[in-house]
């Protein structure tokens, strides 16, 4: 609030966008050098005079004003002294709809597209944790936004779950043995890698089965249809367990075909060319890189994923003319979205420019990669249940509790440990997870960020009836005040970056922040417990709504 006073009174006077001023605007390593500061380096080659000059100049022909009560340079900077009391004023007015945004655009974010062959895994539940934060923020700013998940539920990697059963699972159900329903199908396709090092015929009887599913083969459709369903059995499980649902579930199975005929007709306006008898195209070079040649129909005529890709582009445009469409993988797809986005210029579709690939790193566990082909998978359900245990053993340490009060708290606790964890690292880099130390009551952590929300719930229950409210400010206090100001700033930078790693790491400094007032400044007693009181109640408020950006869930009671 206090920082767009600053950044409108500079565009005024150096009559320059607001746009253009924001991002040079600093805060001081030294609070006696002010709250905000304007480096002038950039305007000394236009003005033709040194930073230090041009510096002097600006703070010389600004005037205070009410929230502003001082303006100076120091050096090549102009340092601005926001007024304490009126920020805490308005700090303490704050209510929940604070730092929400009025953008009234329409997004769709897809995210997770799982392939039907086996269950989740640590790698998709950091997709999860990041298409679903980026969905929140964009909600929270405003915006429309459409969860969307796209089934990978048709091509040779599905028939390896299919031919494996086919051939070794005698007919078997996961029910009557007791297995996770898509656990049960990820068995079969690692049981197919397995026997395929020993018979590699099977890759032709694996081709087999593509080509009968596509032909509409009865049995081989019955197979893949029970396969699948167990599949998505097992998924809504994981879903309904980690907090997450869809507004739109897509299949391949049902958008191939669109895909093959709009390749059909790219190939007839000579968009694409054929190479024997696949169908291809060669981009070329685009822009510094060689995209090179891709392959979009198979010479058996069966389809590759980025033909599906082309044609649900073209669906979810026609479906809900977006303003946005967000595809949220992993780094090692970088190469495919490059190439389709690319297809889709050259095939003039309008909607081409409103594409975004949003990639992430890998996740890595203490124990090495994760390697699903193998059976080596880190899944899903394993990593909650496992963090779960330990949530529920911390709890155990602390307080006695009801039996079903640890489970039911355990597993918030679990959730945030490992929502926090996946979200904090900047999500374009790989990261390592150790449930370990993500389900500490302390430190940088999801729990650490649950217990001082419950901590200033506490705070707020033993308070009596409000006094009258004076202001007496400590550093601690202007220190958290300012951290709260800072709320709809960094709402606004993760929703245009599209990175959640903003949102929490801001999480984790207002949360150090409250425990420094918490420490520093007695709230319950004390002569300026009102104001403290309203202080913990914004803290509360902003708090809750951070922690909701990020999916976790804010609990009263650790």
Request: glycine letters at 6%; hydrophobic letters at 35%; proline letters at 4%.
């Amino acid at each position: 609030m206090f920082k767009e006073e600053i950044i409108k009174t500079l565009s005024k006077e150096l009559r320059k966008p607001q746009k253009e001023i924001r991002p040079l605007i600093e805060i001081p390593p030294d609070s006696s050098l002010g709250d905000y500061a304007f480096p002038c380096f950039s305007l000394a080659t236009l003005k033709k005079k040194s930073p230090v000059e041009i510096a002097s100049e600006i703070a010389g022909k600004l005037k205070p004003t009410a929230r502003i009560e001082k303006i100076e340079n120091k050096g090549p900077y102009v340092n601005f002294f926001i007024n304490k009391k009126k920020m805490a004023e308005k700090i303490v007015k704050i209510k929940d709809s604070y730092g929400k945004g009025k953008s009234k655009k329409k997004i769709m974010v897809e995210f997770l597209s799982p392939n039907t062959n086996k269950p989740l895994h640590l790698g998709h539940l950091r997709n999860i944790v990041i298409g679903e934060s980026v969905s929140r923020i964009l909600e929270f700013s405003g915006n429309k936004v459409i969860r969307s998940v796209l089934y990978n539920d048709r091509g040779v990697h599905i028939c390896k779950s299919m031919t494996a059963y086919k051939l070794y699972g005698e007919d078997k159900d996961p029910d009557i043995e007791e297995r996770k329903q898509d656990h049960f199908v990820g068995d079969f396709y690692v049981l197919y890698s397995q026997k395929l090092k020993k018979n590699p015929k099977l890759e032709e009887e694996n081709k087999k089965c593509l080509q009968n599913w596509e032909k509409g083969d009865p049995e081989t459709i019955s197979l893949w249809k029970k396969m699948n369903g167990w599949a998505y059995n097992g998924f809504k499980q994981t879903y309904d367990l980690f907090g997450i649902s869809f507004d739109k579930e897509y299949h391949e199975s049902d958008i191939y075909k669109k895909g093959k005929e709009i390749i059909k007709e790219g190939l007839k306006k000579k968009i694409f060319t054929k190479k024997g008898k696949a169908v291809v195209i060669n981009l070329g070079k685009v822009g510094k890189e060689d995209l090179g040649e891709k392959i979009l129909l198979r010479s058996d005529g069966t389809s590759v994923y980025i033909t599906q890709d082309i044609a649900l582009a073209k669906i979810k445009d026609e479906e809900f003319k977006l303003k946005g469409s967000i595809y949220v993988t992993g780094n090692e797809q970088i190469y495919h979205f490059k190439v389709l986005f690319e297809i889709l210029k050259r095939l003039k579709f309008k909607f081409s420019n409103n594409l975004h690939h949003l990639y992430h790193g890998m996740v890595e566990v203490p124990e090495g990669k994760l390697k699903s082909r193998e059976g080596k998978t880190v899944d899903a359900d394993y990593i909650i249940a496992q963090t779960n245990n330990l949530a529920i053993e911390e709890l155990k340490k602390r307080y006695t509790l009801p039996h079903k009060v640890y489970e039911e708290r355990g597993l918030k606790i679990a959730l945030s440990a490992i929502k926090y964890n996946l979200l904090k690292t900047d999500i374009m880099k790989n990261l390592l997870f150790n449930p370990s130390e993500a389900i500490s009551f302390e430190g940088d952590t999801g729990p650490y960020l649950q217990y001082s929300y419950a901590r200033a719930s506490s705070i707020l229950k033993k308070a009596g009836l409000p006094k009258k409210l004076e202001i007496n400010l400590l550093p601690a206090e202007v220190q958290l005040i300012k951290k709260l100001d800072k709320f709809p700033e960094t709402v606004d930078n993760a929703a245009s970056s599209l990175n959640p790693s903003l949102v929490a790491n801001y999480a984790l400094q207002l949360a150090h922040s409250f425990n420094e007032f918490y420490h520093s400044c007695p709230v319950i007693g004390d002569e300026n417990e009102a104001f403290r009181l309203e202080l913990v109640k914004v803290f509360r408020i902003v708090m809750r709504n951070t922690l909701y950006l990020l999916g976790i869930e804010a609990i009263e009671e650790m």
